[in-house]
């Protein structure tokens, strides 16, 4: 998966907290010279510590930078889904996706083979600790199909409407998205519903749906 660089306050930070772990671990090694091993046992050991702990979260910042922000529960589309007259197991299906702050990023049309229409994101979850620092977990919309009732498998293909996501799942296959102790899992996850209008809202560790006005 292809990570940009969007360098803000935070990464700025971390930049710089890796610096000092650099010169503290430099100057244990130089000091060691003049009054022996115990200097790396503080300044040394210290300094390694901070150096794996911003690097860590250095990375955390820039990875979470393809995926919204995820602190608690968002509202992350709007569904209006309605049956296509006179042909059976069709679905017309209007699809609005917002942003982290809730403004309309794009509405979209898509016709889906099927009696349900299905919703899936890819969702980060990062460990309570690491949240806490302000790192969010983080998600993206990515597919959109439909099911039949009477569990015949449809012909169509997934609808990818945030760009396709087999990175994300190279990446989890190989284990590339479980970097202890930074990230506590990552996965796709899905909501499934019949026709009718739905807010459909993110939560940390999965995507749900309700009648919208609900």
Known sequence: MNYPVD???VQIGLILLILIAVALIVSALVMMRKRGPKVLLGRGIGGFA????????????TLMQTYLGLSGEIKAAHVVVKEVGGQDHQLEVELTLFDDEGKTDRTEKYQVQGDLWVLQANIVELEPWVNALGFHSGYRVTRLYGQRL??????????????????????????????????RSAYGNAVIATPGEFDVYISRDAIKTRAAGS
């Open 50 to 61: 901070i150096l794996v702990v911003a690097g860590g979260l250095l990375w955390v910042a």
């Open 7 to 9: 360098f803000g306050f």
């Open 150 to 183: 009477d569990g015949v498998a449809t012909t169509q293909n997934h609808i990818f409407v945030n760009g396709d996501d087999r990175d994300f799942f190279d990446d989890m296959r190989d284990g590339s998205w479980y970097t202890e102790p930074f990230v």
